[in-house]
């Protein structure tokens, strides 16, 4: 009796598979998708390649505390603190970090230095195109996650920005 049932489950399961064989393919063309995307459709929790934030004002959020790198259990991030002086402030603290490189040949993508951070400078992004053959080009520098004054919601970049935010 036993080999009646098994070969009736080997025969369901048989059918299943070539019902499946002879249906169309679904597949998403990925770099042709519609969209800055490009069809790629990210959950709000993704955690693709880190942004360093600015305040409302355009200065870095950054404070070089050093407790990102504090908190990486990869040892992936590297800083260095500079002092702001009164002629040249590039965040709104006492210091700011000079030097603020990722090495995504070691990170692990885990959001320990996101959660580490008192001041919301470090976020992640939806970036997710990082593959590269060359392991040089994975260090990302502070220049490359620094997001842009332009991103900026409601900042005031030139006199023309500001004739359009009071009109």
């Known amino acids: 009796m036993s080999i009646i049932r098994d070969a009736a489950a080997i025969a369901k399961g048989m059918s299943i598979t070539l019902k499946e064989a002879f249906q169309p393919t679904e597949v998403e063309n990925y770099p042709d998708g519609k969209g800055p995307m490009r069809g790629a459709q990210f959950q ?80 992640h992004g939806h970036g997710f195109e990082l593959a590269s053959l060359n392991a040089t080009s994975l260090v990302m520098r502070k220049e490359d996650l620094l997001v842009s004054p332009s991103k900026l919601a409601g900042t005031v970049q030139s006199k023309k920005d500001e004739a359009a935010v009071l009109a």
């Open 44 to 123: 709000e929790r993704f955690r693709g390649k880190h942004e360093l934030q600015r305040d409302e004002n355009g200065l870095e959020k950054c404070v070089a505390c050093f407790l990102c790198a504090a908190a990486c259990p990869s040892n992936c991030i590297y800083i260095e603190a500079a002092e702001n002086t009164e002629t040249t402030r590039i965040s709104s603290a006492d210091r700011y970090a000079k030097v603020y490189n990722i090495d995504y040949n070691r990170c692990i993508f885990c959001g320990y230095c996101v959660e580490a951070c008192p001041t919301d400078a470090i976020t």
